[in-house]
Structure formats: structure tokens, C-alpha cells
């Protein structure tokens, strides 16, 4: 089925509307449209999280991102357990369970939230259920405790249930020593969401950043909780920043395995974007003017193969230019 392709490539997310409107039709559809067909696309997210093949990315200081539950999945193996950076889908327990195990018997002590969003924090239930410790950026904790209503997808979720629900929160930075690396949890301030954190591995130079950064496809940026345009350009130079070009930069989507090169290239293609966004806000174009004028065009061919086509990724900085 075509939809189940687009939902398996590249960790797909319930960011992404519009992909099984896309699937069906071969073209993309209207905001009215994607909005209606975000209210099914949890379910069918489930349904091809459910049976996506996990696989396995080893990095260094063991390393290993797990790719194929929603967001890409970072883990630390070692002796005190593993630690995890994001949790995916919770349908996908039987693979998660399967890689976790490969990687090694532990169980899971320590969990990490990038942010919020289904496709990073679903499977928080099963593995807090295991006794795991849940870490995320207090703004995180309190989407996860809510009824959240996300505009862009006509969508309302639930709160996780209270083992899912993370209990140790910060507010700008948390430091931790396990298993020989010294991880840092950075608070970025509005960007992605407003509860988006970077977690460094500080010896391996390996760099986790969630969602403020997807590799090679345009991103998705959650107005409804915090995001924008400008937040997202800040949290791309701040990665820049805390990374070097022997740094491993893990994305939230796209190719799971980044750099800084890479990284310089997403912001680049963002500040270019927002410019031309802006200028023609500036000039009394409305969003649909600003859309029919095309002002990602440079950029498609590299950037615009994904679920959030050049339309509505214009319409995402739009609202925030």
C-alpha cells in the first residue's frame, strides 16, 4: 500500500499531515483537506509503526540510534543501564524490545525527552512501566499531563497515563553522569515546540537534537505549543555552536546519522526561507499569495520529497515571519 511506504520512510511522524492525502491522490492537498485528514492520521501512523522493521545505526562510546519507531532513538549502553533519548511509538514495543535487547540485557534506568510530541514520547508509558526514571523540559511534562490540541491537525491528544508522564523536569539545564559520559540536557527556549531540549554526549561528541532539526526535509513547527520560525533558526545556530566537525549530530528525522556540515546547510535553507517568507508578508501578500509565489523554489528539489510539501512548510513560516 503507498500510504504505509510514505509512513515508513525515514521515521516518519504524526507531525506530517497531509502524507495520506498525498499517498492517495499523488498530489498535495489544500490546508482544509490535510486538516481533515489529520483527524485518521494517528491511527495510521499506529498502523505502520506497528509493523516498521527497527534499524540499528552504532555510533561510538556504545552509542546506537534506533530508527523506525517515529523519531530517530538514541540509546547508551553500559553498566548502569540504558539510557534512552526518546521513546517512539508505543506499537512498536515488540521491535523496540527486540533492538534494546540486541544492544544489550539491561534494562532501560533512564529516559530522555526531546519534547512532547506523539512520535518521541508515545512509548513512555511501557518503558516507565520497567522502572525507567523520565527526564524532559518542565514545558514537556505539562503537554504530556493534558489534554493538547494541536491546530495544525485538527487533532486533540490525550494525556499519557501517569507512569508515562515524566516526574523529574528542568527548567534551563540538567546534568547527568552515566554509564562514563557526562550527558547535558539544554533547554533552547521556544523553537520546535516550547519545551525542546539538546542532550550531549559529552565524550563520544555525540549530539542528540530532536525535532529543531530534521535532515534533509523540510520540518514541521508546532505553533500550537510554542514554535516558530525564528525559534527553530536560533536552536539550529545553537547547535552549531555546541558542535564541531568531529561532533555526530543526531536528527529528530531524515537520515539519522548528521553533521555540522549538514547542520549548516538546514539552517542556511531556513534563514533563506524565512527572508522570502517575510518579504512578501512585508509587501501585503496573504498566506495564499505567499504560497502561489513559490518562495521555497530554490530549495524543493532537496528539500520538499517529504510529507511537509513546500505549500505547507510556506504556510508554517508564514504564521511566524
Same mark, same amino acid.
Given at each position: +500500500? ?69 523519531? !530517530?532513538?538514541? /540509546? ?6 540504558? /539510557?534512552? /533519548?526518546? =521513546?517512539?511509538?508505543?506499537? %512498536? ?7 534494546? =535487547? ?10 530522555? &525527552? ?21 527526564? #524532559? ?5 505539562? @503537554? ?10 485538527? @487533532? ?25 559520559? %557526562?550527558?547535558?540536557?539544554? @533547554?533552547?527556549?521556544?523553537? *520546535? ?12 561528541? /555525540? ?15 508546532? *505553533? ?7 525559534? +527553530?533558526?536560533?536552536?539550529?545556530? #545553537? ?15 531524515? !537520515? ?19 527572508? &522570502? ?5 512585508? #509587501?501585503?501578500?496573504? +498566506? ?34
Amino acid at each position: +500500500m503507498k500510504s504505509e511506504h510514505m509512513l515508513s520512510r525515514r521515521g516518519f511522524c504524526l507531525c506530517c499531515v497531509g502524507a495520506a492525502g498525498f499517498a492517495a491522490t499523488g498530489e498535495w492537498l489544500s490546508p482544509r483537506e490535510a486538516y481533515a485528514e489529520a483527524r485518521g492520521l494517528v491511527s495510521l501512523i499506529k498502523d505502520s509503526a506497528a509493523k516498521s522493521v527497527i534499524t540499528t545505526h552504532k555510533l561510538r562510546d556504545d552509542i546506537t540510534i534506533l530508527e523506525g519507531s517515529g523519531g !530517530n532513538v538514541a /540509546v547508551l549502553g553500559g553498566k548502569d543501564g540504558l /539510557v534512552m /533519548v526518546d =521513546a517512539g511509538i508505543s506499537v %512498536s514495543r515488540k521491535q523496540m524490545t527486540k533492538a534494546l =535487547a540486541e544492544i544489550s540485557p539491561d534494562p532501560v534506568t533512564h529516559l530522555v &525527552n526531546t519534547h512532547w510530541h506523539f512520535d518521541h514520547a508515545d512509548g513512555n508509558a511501557w518503558i516507565g512501566s520497567g522502572g525507567a526514571k523520565i527526564i #524532559a523540559h518542565e514545558n514537556t511534562r505539562k @503537554y504530556l499531563s493534558q489534554v493538547q490540541r494541536v491546530e495544525d491537525w485538527d @487533532y486533540n491528544f490525550l494525556p499519557l497515563e501517569p507512569r508515562g508522564v515524566p516526574k523529574h523536569v528542568f527548567s534551563k539545564e540538567h546534568s547527568l553522569k552515566l554509564n562514563g559520559e %557526562s550527558v547535558t540536557l539544554k @533547554y533552547y527556549g521556544p523553537a *520546535h515546540t516550547d519545551g525542546d531540549i539538546s542532550v550531549m554526549f559529552g565524550e563520544a561528541n /555525540v549530539l542528540h537534537v530532536g525535532d529543531t532539526y530534521w535532515n534533509g526535509i523540510y520540518p514541521f513547527i508546532d *505553533h500550537s505549543t510554542g514554535g516558530s520560525i525564528d525559534g +527553530m533558526i536560533a536552536a539550529s545556530e #545553537a547547535n552549531l555552536s555546541a558542535s564541531t566537525d568531529k561532533t555526530i549530530i543526531i536528527p529528530g528525522h531524515g !537520515n539519522p546519522v548528521s553533521n555540522r556540515t549538514e547542520l549548516q546547510e538546514f539552517r542556511d535553507m531556513l534563514v533563506a526561507i524565512r527572508e &522570502n517568507v517575510a518579504a512578501l508578508k512585508r #509587501a501585503g501578500r496573504s +498566506m495564499d499569495e505567499a504560497v502561489a509565489a513559490k518562495p521555497t523554489a530554490a530549495f524543493d528539489a532537496k528539500w520538499g520529497n517529504f510529507v511537509i510539501d513546500p505549500g505547507f512548510f510556506t504556510r508554517l513560516v508564514y504564521e511566524g515571519a
